[in-house]
């Protein structure tokens, strides 16, 4: 008897985005407070909770604190000696191009001839003769969880995964949401395919198919904080993870912006919990993993950031101040990576810049764009450009973006911290890896080769 392997078509990449503060109907709002120092958390939380300031969500670690509050209670962090900077929360969304599932009949023993990208780093799987990886190696996935059951993954999971969603969800919307630690559902996809490029060992491979995984889930259905994600990177460092993948990111700005009809905010608090996290994650040894964004910024250009600043944030014709930041990918210490499609050269949507440090196959949309959506399906060309990687429920979907890219850098990683005995040595294994990578003529930015990287 023979069964249906779902393989769903998808252009998606989490991209989280910045929002302007919502005011609450009973007049609140939710702020980011970095403290200065991580000692002051006990203290201010007893405090805050004497103004009635309610506490929403809590990083010990760097002194990052959610709170809800009205704005005159929140003035009363001005002039406090135990408070670095605040500011809004920022909300975390998804933006996702769909296209029609389609089935596949029968149960095929290899998709391996569907994926391009992982023939093109392994050298068409020679790199699987050198080295699969090994199961005393983690990778860790802050993103929106991991089918468990997945044929292609159930024995790469191992146990310490977590849930750092609280209960409601995102800003209490979510009621869905219990809270319950060991709640990895992935509701979107986007965390399992993810994870099947690191580590996928079925009808279809990933980098790394021996390697172990463990997943952070950051968000439920569609949104997020981005203190969720600063806690996932502490949590997988505090595991002992090696390799940290972030295939998600935001802008944010480096200092005070002029929001049209509102006041001068500023998101320098996640950005430097951001900073934190990442220096706590490389002093516990792993190593930060993240993808630029999609959106065909070049960074290298000002004005071309100018209009997207004020594009992106709905300034119209205010002026915006300060740098924009493609956070985490921009932070000092994690590995920046960019997406290339078949022809090797850069993505369509991908951003680049000098904050840039490695390219890898992501997919691309370019027959889609010389195509349109209809005959792009009809003719199944997303097969020749786009992403085919692990799904819920024990499918298989192709997606494209820098998302696609990322995790191949972190199964890369994964596979250099083994074969070079450089556990708890994060630095030596980025300095291997871009050692070990060569600049493109096609992106003139350096390239991952698998391959090339463990031979």
């Not at 021996?210 to 439920?220: A, E, N």
């Not at 904050?355 to 949309?365: F, Q, T």
């Amino acid at each position: 008897m023979r069964k249906k392997d779902l393989i769903s078509l998808l252009f998606c990449s989490i991209l989280f985005l910045c929002m302007n503060a919502k005011v609450q109907a009973d007049g609140t709002s939710y702020y980011s407070v970095l403290l200065s120092n991580p000692e002051y958390t006990e203290e201010f939380l007893r405090e805050a909770q004497q103004h009635n300031m309610k506490i929403t969500y809590v990083v010990r670690e760097i002194g990052l604190i959610q709170i809800k509050a009205s704005e005159a209670e929140v003035q009363r962090l001005n002039g406090n000696k135990m408070v670095r900077t605040y500011n809004y929360s920022l909300k975390a969304s998804t933006s996702a191009f769909s296209a029609k599932q389609s089935d596949v009949v029968g149960a095929p023993s290899s998709l391996w001839d569907r994926q391009w990208d992982m023939k093109e780093i392994t050298n068409n799987g020679k790199s699987y003769t050198i080295s699969e990886g090994s199961k005393e190696v983690v990778v860790g996935i802050i993103d929106s969880g991991i089918d468990e059951d997945h044929p292609a993954l159930q024995n790469n999971i191992i146990k310490g995964s977590e849930n750092l969603v609280p209960q409601g969800g995102f800003r209490e919307t979510e009621q869905s949401e219990k809270g319950i630690i060991n709640n990895i559902e992935d509701l979107t996809g986007h965390g399992t395919h993810v994870a099947g490029q690191v580590a996928a060992n079925g009808v279809v491979r990933g980098v790394a198919p021996q390697t172990s995984l463990k997943s952070y889930r950051v968000f439920g259905t569609s949104s997020a904080e981005s203190i969720w994600i600063i806690k996932g990177i502490i949590e997988a460092a505090k595991d002992d993870v090696d390799v940290i993948n972030l295939s998600l990111g935001e802008y944010l700005t480096s200092e005070h912006m002029n929001e049209e009809g509102g006041s001068s905010k500023s998101q320098l608090a996640e950005i430097l919990a951001y900073e934190k996290a990442v220096m706590y994650a490389e002093g516990k040894g792993s190593v930060v993993v993240a993808s630029v964004g999609n959106d065909s910024v070049n960074f290298n250009n000002k004005n071309e950031v100018s209009s997207f600043m004020k594009s992106h944030f709905q300034l119209n014709d205010v002026k915006v101040k300060g740098h924009l930041l493609d956070v985490p990918a921009h932070i000092s210490g994690v590995v920046a990576v960019t997406s290339t499609g078949p022809a090797k050269d850069l993505s369509v949507f991908s951003n680049k810049g000098r904050y840039v440090d490695l390219s890898a196959p992501g997919g691309d949309i370019k027959l889609l764009q010389a195509y349109g959506v209809e005959q792009w399906r009809k003719m199944e060309l997303f097969t020749k450009e786009q992403v085919l990687s692990t799904s819920p429920k024990g499918g298989y979907i192709y997606m494209a973006g820098t998302s696609s890219a990322a995790p191949k850098v972190s199964g890369t990683l994964a596979l250099i911290i083994d074969q070079y005995n450089l556990k708890d040595n994060p630095k030596k294994a980025k300095q291997k890896l871009l050692q070990k990578s060569e600049r493109s003529e096609e992106t003139n930015i350096k390239a991952l080769n698998t391959y090339k990287a463990i031979k």
